[in-house]
């Protein structure tokens, strides 16, 4: 009888996750300095071999905080396609921003520290809410 190995529900979240970030920076068409600032990673290796599982579809573990970042970078997505017309989502996201001093949600989003993440997605959800309240 063989022995199959379970993959953990964490690894497979992982795996998930790091589709739909690839996914989203090809949509974004950052760079690979800009895919690392928004990973919190400073290996371009690690960002190598994540692609290649991802290609693989093979089951990533990522530390809690990668998974936040993942989380927040879908999410922020998700809210510029809710706010926005389909020809703007890969667009707004590079556009200036008064709120953000005039950087735009990619500069702030890519300043390094997961702060940055939750405050663009904070200022997502609180213009859907000025949209839709």
Not at 98 to 116: C, K, N, W
Request: overall charge positive; some cysteine; hydrophobic content about 35%.
């Amino acid at each position: 009888m063989r022995h199959q190995h379970k993959t953990s529900p964490q690894a497979n979240l992982g795996l998930v996750g790091l589709k739909l970030f690839f996914a989203i920076c090809d949509a974004w068409r950052l760079n690979e300095q800009q895919k690392l600032r928004l990973a919190g990673q400073t290996s371009r290796t690690t960002l190598r071999n994540w692609k290649l599982r991802v290609e693989g579809q093979q089951p990533v573990n990522l530390a809690p905080d990668t998974l936040e970042r993942l989380s927040l970078i879908a999410g922020i997505r998700k809210g510029v396609e809710l706010l926005y017309p389909r020809d703007e989502w890969d667009t707004y996201p590079h556009k200036p921003n008064s709120l953000f001093g005039g950087q735009s949600l990619i500069e702030r989003m890519t300043a390094g520290h997961l702060v940055d993440l939750y405050d663009v997605r904070r200022y997502l959800d609180a213009e859907r809410g000025a949209h839709f309240g």
